[in-house]
T-cell receptor, first 117, second 114 residues
Framework: EAGVAQSPRYKIIEKRQSVAFWCNPISGHATLYWYQQILGQGPKLLIQFQNNGVVDDSQLPKDRFSAERLKGVDSTLKIQPAKLEDSAVYLC???????????????FGPGTRLTVL | AQKVTQAQTEISVVEKEDVTLDCVYETRDTTYYLFWYKQPPSGELVFLIRRNSFDEQNEISGRYSWNFQKSTSSFNFTITASQVVDSAVYFCALSAGTGNQFYFGTGTSLTVIP
């Protein structure tokens, strides 16, 4: 079974530029997550989708970050304009949606390492 | 509020030694789930184990074992006879409440010296 796919793996941009990351979850996983992981810290949830709807985006800096999952499968995370503090690894994860609100395991992609100069 | 504390920032052991990684969690929910992930230098988070709050049985998988104690809100992870390939950052995570959201600790960086 294929895992979570992400691209690109690495990206270097200058501040004030825009950048987009792509994620394709594991087939059949209705829930998709985007995390930001700053060096030396644990992953921080940015946004959670269930199918093509947003479940939680309370920690997404909406003035510069946006995300979409139009057809309920793959997703794009965009930063516009980027700041120096956005340098981090952006991780995508997906999980199966179980009945009754039972938590299922999240499976992670390889991440995109973003450097903002 | 949900919180995970991994007090050990960095640990170094010599190959073949046993090592225990600590994880303490906080939640007021009676139903919750605990996880351990491994993050090797390549960066991908690799799932190791999932445990629900109603199952306090310890688990062993090869050289890995997990000790879940609700009385102390701990979910510790032991690697027996460590190997160089075990070198990675290990994260403990908690999921509680609605929405399947994960709360990660800050991670423990393990270095196994040959």
């Amino acid at each position: 079974e294929a895992g979570v796919a992400q691209s690109p793996r690495y990206k270097i941009i200058e501040k004030r530029q825009s950048v987009a990351f792509w994620c394709n979850p594991i087939s059949g996983h209705a829930t998709l997550y985007w995390y930001q992981q700053i060096l030396g810290q644990g992953p921080k949830l940015l946004i959670q989708f269930q199918n093509n709807g947003v479940v939680d985006d309370s920690q997404l800096p909406k003035d510069r970050f946006s995300a979409e999952r139009l057809k309920g499968v793959d997703s794009t995370l965009k930063i516009q304009p980027a700041k120096l503090e956005d340098s981090a690894v952006y991780l995508c994860a997906s999980s199966f949606l179980r009945a009754g609100g039972v938590t299922d395991t999240q499976y992670f992609g390889p991440g995109t390492r973003l450097t903002v100069l | 509020a949900q919180k995970v504390t991994q007090a050990q920032t960095e640990i170094s052991v010599v190959e073949k030694e046993d090592v225990t990684l600590d994880c303490v969690y906080e939640t007021r929910d009676t139903t919750y789930y605990l996880f351990w992930y491994k993050q090797p230098p390549s960066g991908e988070l690799v799932f190791l184990i999932r445990r629900n709050s109603f199952d306090e049985q310890n688990e062993i998988s090869g050289r890995y074992s997990w000790n879940f104690q609700k009385s102390t809100s701990s979910f510790n992870f032991t690697i027996t006879a460590s190997q160089v390939v075990d070198s990675a950052v290990y994260f403990c995570a908690l999921s509680a409440g609605t929405g399947n959201q994960f709360y990660f600790g800050t991670g423990t960086s393990l270095t196994v010296i040959p």
